[in-house]
């Protein structure tokens, strides 16, 4: 497969909050993107959403308006999935259900291009459990984007057992392309490594929190005014280089044994979810999403897609 934007066409299946993303980020790109989903009306809010990601970047200065033309202008949406068939490059971004993605898979086989590649934008099915439909194993991969893909520029690329290193290698050269940040994982983990980071610092969030020491507004406060600043520039292992591994060892020695285990801090998510309160959705989760709140973030997100 080739990965110039005159020969490739990108194949996204899936229209809700990821495939818009990701094709809109393709489209931009430079590449046609032909999109699928099985729900007219999801296909119908392809290009309102393509629209209002796009206006982000022009607001932020990312993009100009003819950019922004030229984009939609890339974007076809079909309600047939034989449309699929002239992308070489796929990505699968359907509900997180084994069995629907199994069916689609065992549609897609008999479909795509000897060449074509299949991806899946899974968020932590194994890819040898994904593939156990597909003839051509090989050309399978998984790639995990997050979202908003406009703004997160990570894609975890993780291979199976059976696919082929020029399928990994083409992969990261499309999503380099596409303007993503592409990485590749020797083997697959449960929640790849990206969730696993996130989820392990969410356990000690929550563990400090029931604990008494700080509240979920704290416990905030000094994320952002430290690590979160820190993790932009350096990872925790250049930090920890940086630190002096020495000192690091020090301080591991008496702090390790106190840090959260426990797999129980998820009651005090369960808790908030059983009392209604499941985040911005509701209005509330363990802050009060009013206005003054969500105008904050929208500042914030504009100065971090501005910076591109
Ligand atoms: P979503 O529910 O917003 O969208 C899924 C879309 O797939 C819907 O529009 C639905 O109509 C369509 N669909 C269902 N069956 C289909 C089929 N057989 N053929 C074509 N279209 C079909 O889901 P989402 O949040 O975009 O997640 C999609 C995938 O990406 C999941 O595997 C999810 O785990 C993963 N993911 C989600 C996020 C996130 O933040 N939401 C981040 C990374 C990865």
């Known amino acids: 497969m080739n990965t110039t934007t005159q020969d490739v066409a990108i194949g996204v299946v899936g229209t809700g909050l990821m495939g818009v993303g990701i094709a809109t980020q393709a489209a931009l790109h430079g590449y046609r993107t032909i999109v699928h989903d099985v729900d007219p009306a999801r296909l ?11 206006d982000e970047l022009i607001d932020a200065g990312r993009i100009d308006h003819a950019a922004r033309q030229a984009a939609l202008a890339r974007i076809e949406t079909h309600a047939q999935l034989d449309a699929i068939a002239r992308a070489r490059f796929v990505v699968e971004a359907i509900p997180e259900v084994l069995e629907l993605k199994h069916r689609l898979y065992a549609k897609l086989a008999g479909l795509l291009a000897d060449d074509a590649i299949l991806a899946s934008n899974t968020s932590g099915f194994p890819p040898d459990q994904l593939a156990t439909p597909l003839r051509a194993k090989e050309r399978f991969v998984i790639a995990h984007f997050w979202n908003p893909p406009h703004m997160i520029p990570l894609v975890e690329i993780v291979p199976g057992s059976a696919t082929a290193p020029e399928v990994v290698q083409q992969t990261a050269g499309l999503m380099s392309a596409i303007g993503m940040e592409p990485v590749v994982l020797a083997k697959a983990i449960p929640g790849f490594v990206g969730n696993r980071l996130q989820f392990a610092v969410l356990r000690e969030a929550l563990h400090i929190v029931r604990s008494g020491a700080a509240t979920p507004e704290v416990v905030d406060r000094v994320m952002k005014a430290s690590l979160g600043r820190r993790w932009g520039i350096v990872g925790p292992f250049e930090g920890a280089d940086m630190g002096g591994l020495d000192t690091f060892v020090d301080i591991a020695s008496h702090l390790m044994p106190q840090l959260a285990k426990d797999e129980d801090v998820i009651d005090l998510l369960r808790a908030q979810v059983d009392a209604g309160r499941v985040g911005v959705r509701s209005g509330a989760g363990f802050h009060d999403w009013d206005e003054a709140r969500i105008a904050r973030v929208k500042a914030g997100r ?6 591109g």
Do not use: C, M, T
């Open 44 to 54: 119908a809010s392809v290009a309102p959403k393509a629209e209002a990601v796009l």
């Open 302 to 307: 504009k100065r971090v897609i501005g910076r």
